[in-house]
């Protein structure tokens, strides 16, 4: 929330952005949230909270959401603007970008864990990925970490 100058009530941010500083006075202040989380209206701090669910990732900045619950005090998403995990990879809860599935596995779309690769189906080959738009995922396994 901010409050301009001379307004009797708090104003809440904007969906994509947060605020976890006090005396905010102009909707300037508000942050957008970092990669990996979604915000709903009110958000005060993503981290834990407003994270892309699992089967999910974020990759930009000032991903919207909306919550369960009152204005920010819900952790529970029941929208994300969140990107679905492609096929051949996972995204644990808060993913930043897809991980691959290790060499000889693959997973269908929407996968939340490593648990979702299975065996490459017999007379396939499964080490390349399926969507070249996500290959660099092969190269940063470590960027959710």
Known sequence: HF????????????AGTHTRNTRMQADDSCLLCPRGTACPV???DPHGCAECPA????NTTGI??????????ACDLSED??????PSFFCPKGSKVPTSCPP?????A????????????VGYRCQLPVDHDT???????????
């Open 81 to 86: 603007g969140c990107t679905e995990c492609p």
């Open 64 to 73: 919207t959401a909306v919550a369960d619950g009152p204005s920010g005090a």
């Open 135 to 145: 290959e660099q995922s092969l190269v940063v396994r470590e960027a959710n970490e």
């Open 3 to 14: 409050c301009p100058q001379g307004s009797p009530v708090p104003t809440a941010c904007p």
């Open 110 to 121: 929407g996968m939340g864990a490593d648990s979702g690769c299975v065996s490459c189906p």
């Open 104 to 108: 000889g596995t693959t997973s269908p």
């Open 42 to 44: 009110a958000s005060c």
């Open 55 to 58: 089967g999910k990732y974020g």
